[in-house]
């Protein structure tokens, strides 16, 4: 998978990291058991420093979405089915708020995050198929 | 000592006919995402002010080359006993000669940016399955590494062979006639010399082999799936070609140990065309297949693109960007990369991460050595001459 960052994003490299794991976990280019680069060769890739990509490794891997293995390193690990944390749930109350401080009705949004869904998880959405 | 100076003389036309050819194909060469060290949009590459700063970079070479083969011939006609000390010094004059071509041009190409408001991609890449680093070593082209120790294994079984049968007193340097005017007695590491220095020439070009996998190459925002599929096919291409040099080199010093056990073939043409075409011949397709790649392989077409998902569309912005971690669009300096080698902004060469403290000594450590050797050769030219 290809993990691509912005270091001249307003949103914190190590964050910008962190969420590119979880969408290739979520759209299978990442597949549980998949050993992630080390912590050295990833910062050296990209360009930043040791402590940005272990910061991300560690988040990840308090969330459940990586087991830190003391052999293979970071392996992509498959979090609880069904559960969604409180992060989870902030972000996405926080989505909502934006939609309605824009004007987007309940309808709308409830279509855009089924789009969101579908494209997270790899499949194409309706709207895309033009369905 | 005529015939060395005017020797010493064509070396230096040739060396500064030489860097007059290359220096105006740099910016041909170099990414379309940079002009002159300052990162742009591609689709600007050739935008009029653009195009009429090349054309002053091209016109400034030539005329700084012109300048320099005035100098030389000049020197030569003036000081002839003085060109052994020109062959030494003239080459980094070069140097003076590509910063007043190059920085007046970076210059321009940041205030341009600026006033433009030219949006451009930060975006550094990663591949998670496969890296720019990783395993490189074993990418390595070995063979070539490993037949030249072989033949330097042959060549020394030979010198062994060979030694019994030495004459107790061998020549060990010529004149320009490759008379014999130096004499030593014979001994083991007389005869395993040549041998030994060719070990040496092999771990240092095994070295630059290594450096240049590991090296850390440009990314193009829009499709950094081809830009991997380009640094492999790149690497490969370019490692063979430093493997095919250093058995070129092999052969060179080779020749000029076998000479030296059979100094009755020193005087034979032939063994001269061994000691230089396959070095010469080496280079020029290592040459050839550096400008034809272009910079970090962009101008490459690889048969087979890795069937990774895309990036997002990259998000473009204003301002300086990564462009603050190049002093005078050259010189590298980034805390936060632990790369230690990456791609030139200029030209397809390596540059380093001067933040490092390996590359601060390593670069400290080289211009020392440079600075002390010369001084030494030059004492010791000026108490000859």
Not at chain 1, 103 to 124: H, M, N, V
Not at chain 2, 116 to 127: G, L
Not at chain 2, 213 to 238: E, W
Request: proline share 5%; net charge positive; charged share 15%.
């Amino acid at each position: 998978m290809i993990v691509e960052i912005n270091t001249q994003d307003a949103e914190p490299i190590y964050e910008q990291l962190r969420d590119r794991i979880v969408l290739g976990i979520a759209s299978g280019e990442l597949t549980p058991g998949e050993a992630l680069p080390s912590v050295r060769r990833l910062a050296s890739d990209l360009g930043i420093n040791f402590h940005t990509v272990n910061k991300s490794y560690a988040a990840l891997s308090a969330e459940g979405y990586l087991v830190i293995d003391r052999r293979r390193g970071a392996v992509v690990a498959r979090p609880p089915s069904g559960t969604s944390d409180a992060r989870s749930t902030r972000r996405l109350l926080l989505a909502a708020a934006e939609a309605i401080c824009r004007g987007t009705d309940e309808t709308a949004f409830l279509a855009l995050c089924s789009a969101c869904y579908q494209k997270a998880s790899g499949r194409p959405s309706n709207q895309e198929n033009g369905g | 000592m005529k015939e060395l100076n005017l020797f010493c003389f064509i070396c230096n036309i040739a060396v500064i006919v030489l860097c007059g050819a290359l220096l105006p194909i740099i910016p041909k060469i170099t990414r379309k995402s940079y002009l002159f060290g300052v990162k742009i949009p591609p689709s600007e590459q050739n935008c009029p002010e653009a195009v009429q700063m090349k054309r002053r970079y091209t016109a400034v070479c030539l005329i700084g080359t012109a300048f320099l083969l005035g100098l030389c011939t000049a020197q030569y006609l003036l000081y002839p006993g003085a060109t052994l000390l020109t062959m030494m010094y003239f080459p980094f004059l070069v140097i003076p000669l590509q910063a007043a071509a190059f920085l007046p041009n970076w210059r321009k190409a940041v205030r341009l940016k600026e006033e433009k408001r030219w949006k451009v991609s930060n975006a550094s890449f990663a591949e998670t399955g496969s890296s720019y680093t990783r395993g490189t070593l074993k990418e390595m082209p070995w063979g070539w590494y490993l037949a030249g120790l072989a033949v330097i294994l042959v060549s020394v079984a030979v010198a062994l062979a060979r030694y019994q049968s030495l004459p107790d007193i061998i020549p060990i340097h010529f004149d320009i006639h490759m008379v014999a005017d130096g004499w030593g007695e014979k001994s083991l590491g007389l005869a395993l010399a040549i041998p030994l220095v060719n070990v040496g020439m092999v771990a240092l070009m095994w070295l630059c082999g290594a450096a240049f996998v590991k090296a850390k190459l440009q990314i193009d925002p829009l499709n950094p799936a081809l830009s991997f599929a380009q640094h492999k096919l790149y690497r490969r291409r370019v490692g063979h070609c430093l493997g095919g040099l250093t058995i070129a080199m092999v052969i060179t010093f080779l020749v000029i140990g076998l000479m030296l056990l059979w100094p009755e073939t020193i005087g034979n043409a032939l063994f001269w065309v061994l000691v230089f075409a396959p070095t010469i011949a080496a280079t020029a397709v290592l040459v050839a297949v550096t400008l034809g790649a272009g910079q970090g392989g962009c101008k490459l077409k690889p048969k087979t693109v890795p069937q990774t998902a895309s990036a997002a569309e990259p998000t473009l912005t204003e301002g300086r960007g990564d462009d603050k971690f190049w002093a005078l669009g050259m010189f590298y300096y980034n805390p936060d990369n632990p790369a230690h080698l990456v791609e030139d902004r200029f030209g397809g060469n390596l540059g380093f991460n001067y933040a490092r403290l390996r590359v601060k000594i390593g670069v400290a450590l080289s211009l020392l050595a440079l600075v002390g050797s010369y001084a030494w050769l030059t004492v010791w030219l000026i108490s000859v001459i």
